[in-house]
């Protein structure tokens, strides 16, 4: 049973910065691609930033130049460093795996709150 387990997050002021983990437990294969979405009150899910193997790293416009996705498969861990927070980022950002034998897995959510 594969579990993906996040840290991070919280509250923080405009212009501050967070770091959020997200590590799989039970998995003994490495993801196809590790991920971040987001979602803030009466909006869709979105996704903020994606780190496929061997591929090249996604970004939503509105995060491009602020967060930066990284990954260590040894620890079966991505990372997502977010930098000059702003209101709008407000959300529930959950993590995102996709493994090739196992499919899609999702961590718990957790709340980024952005004070201006």
């Known amino acids: 049973q594969v579990q993906l387990v996040e840290s991070g997050g919280g509250l923080v002021q405009a212009g501050g910065s967070l770091r959020r983990s997200c590590t799989a437990s039970?998995?003994?294969?490495?993801?196809?691609?590790m991920g971040w979405y987001r979602q803030a009150p009466g909006k869709q899910r979105e996704l903020v930033a994606r780190?496929?193997?061997?591929?090249?790293?996604m970004y939503a416009d509105s995060v491009k130049g602020r967060f930066t996705i990284s990954r260590d498969n040894a620890k079966n861990t991505v990372y997502l460093q977010m930098n000059s927070l702003k209101p709008e980022d407000t959300a529930v950002y959950y993590c995102?795996?996709?493994?090739?034998?196992?499919?899609?897995?999702w961590g718990q959510g957790t709340q980024v709150t952005v004070s201006s």
């Open positions: 995102n795996f996709l493994f090739v034998s196992y499919g899609d897995y």
């Open positions: 039970g998995s003994i294969f490495s993801p196809k691609a």
């Open positions: 780190i496929p193997i061997g591929g090249s790293t």
